[in-house]
């Protein structure tokens, strides 16, 4: 007996090592390696490296364009993710209720959230580029669009990311507090109505409080999702115009793989790392000390 549990916990070691192997080398290795990196002066041409200790740190919070970087992705953040999450919500309560050809409007909405990041970075580009449809449309309303395209105005290049940042994301997080909901047992909805609720009593009372685990996860994945925005600024407007749609992890992509200062790059990818943590720390705290309120 105790050789036949040997050699299956053996044999179920054997079968999780790729699982093992690749997460030790693609995400524990780089992520210690860059760590060190980061306390190192680097230039990948000339094959030097210099510990310079905390300098590259201290660098950084000097550096105008890194402040720009974190400031513009604190606005996209901030910015997009109460948008995204309401809109996945009332899609999913709608989708849930029996609309006419919800099983379409289900699939236009989880469509671009699939579609290339590119594809639709490319589509979008069109879309807002001189006489693209959408400034066409502002005209209609009367409000007048740049004039070179709003992804070349300082004053609406980043808002007009973030709008179709919005349009393409909440689709999938609809899906998610879908699912969610289709798990609420149908008693409590039949409780509700025994009690007078209407149609906001019962999403006050029975939806909300059976969402809120989801919610938190949705909060914390958009969150880390969107301070690695990346493709789209890549994309559209390599952190044009004028620093005006920089991200953070773009800067690190621009000092590391353009600039070649990989030190530089790692330091401040850290310093990403750690305030994605703490927004996420404190989306958790929140959302914890609500539940333990109740």
Do not use: C
């Amino acid at each position: 007996m105790n050789n036949t549990g040997y050699y299956s916990s053996h044999k179920g070691h054997f079968f999780i090592s790729p699982w093992i192997i690749t997460l030790l080398v693609f995400w524990l290795f780089p992520l210690l390696y860059s760590f060190i990196l980061s306390f190192y002066a680097t230039d990948v041409i000339r094959g030097t490296s210099q510990f310079v200790e905390f300098q590259n740190y201290a660098r950084l919070f000097n550096d105008e364009n890194f402040l720009a970087a974190l400031k513009n992705t604190t606005i996209f953040v901030i910015g997009t993710i109460p948008f995204t999450t309401i809109l996945a919500l009332i899609a999913a309560v709608a989708i849930n209720s029996n609309i006419p050809l919800k099983g379409l409007f289900k699939t236009s909405l989880v469509i671009p959230s699939i579609t290339s990041m590119v594809v639709m970075a490319l589509i979008f580009s069109h879309l807002y580029a001189p006489g693209g449809y959408v400034g066409s449309l502002m005209r209609i309303f009367g409000i007048s669009p740049p004039a070179k395209g709003l992804l070349l105005s300082e004053t609406t290049a980043l808002p007009s990311i973030m709008a179709m940042d919005i349009i393409i994301a909440f689709g999938y997080y609809m899906l998610l507090y879908l699912a969610a909901l289709q798990n609420i047992p149908r008693n409590l909805y039949e409780a509700a109505e025994l009690d007078g609720a209407g149609a906001f009593g019962k999403f006050r009372h029975v939806i909300l409080p059976h969402l809120k685990p989801i919610t938190l996860f949705i909060l914390v994945i958009n969150t880390i999702r969107s301070f690695q925005i990346f493709v789209e600024i890549f994309v559209m407007t390599k952190g044009g115009p004028l620093n005006s749609t920089l991200t953070a992890v773009y800067f690190v992509y621009d000092a590391g793989f353009v600039k070649f200062n990989m030190g530089y790059a790692s330091a401040a990818a850290y310093i990403l790392f750690i305030l994605i943590a703490v927004f996420a720390a404190l989306q958790m705290k929140v959302f914890g000390s609500e539940k333990g309120a109740r």
